[in-house]
């Protein structure tokens, strides 16, 4: 089992940055891939980024390619998601995942996840 705990949403204004984190329970963090997804008003879950166990892979959506960068650090069972640059359309509730355990590789689909967070919520404004 996996308890997920996101933070650091909030609201900024159109081109400002924030970073999310997400803390892991357990002593296995390292054993899972990571990924974020986010999901607004009206639209299904999308995903955002992901992180292999070791952190040698990464892979993001095209809309946040070259502004998000995710990251982990598995001495502190935390994954994290620095967004810069970010866009009224960005707005949305942020989820992290954590994927099956001693999996190498990264996924961005939402059903290669099993433990999920309650979600931070992010609100860009124009």
């Known amino acids: 089992q996996v308890q997920l705990v996101e933070s650091g949403g909030g609201l900024v204004q159109a081109g400002g940055s924030l970073r999310l984190s997400c803390a892991a329970s357990g002593r296995t963090f390292s054993s899972y891939p990571m990924g974020w997804f986010r999901q607004a008003p009206g639209k299904e879950r999308e995903f955002v980024a992901a992180?292999?166990?070791?952190?040698?892979?990464?892979g993001y959506a095209g809309p946040v390619k070259g502004r998000f960068t995710i990251a982990r650090d598995n001495a502190k069972n935390t994954v994290y998601l620095q967004m810069n640059s970010l866009k009224p359309e960005d707005t949305a509730v942020y989820y992290c995942?954590?994927?099956?355990?001693?999996?190498?590789?990264?996924?961005?689909?939402?059903?290669?996840?099993?433990?999920w967070g309650q979600g931070t919520q992010v609100t860009v404004s124009s």
């Open positions: 995942a954590a994927g099956t355990a001693g999996s190498n590789s990264y996924y961005s689909g939402p059903a290669d996840y099993s433990y």
């Open positions: 992180i292999s166990r070791s952190s040698a892979y990464a």
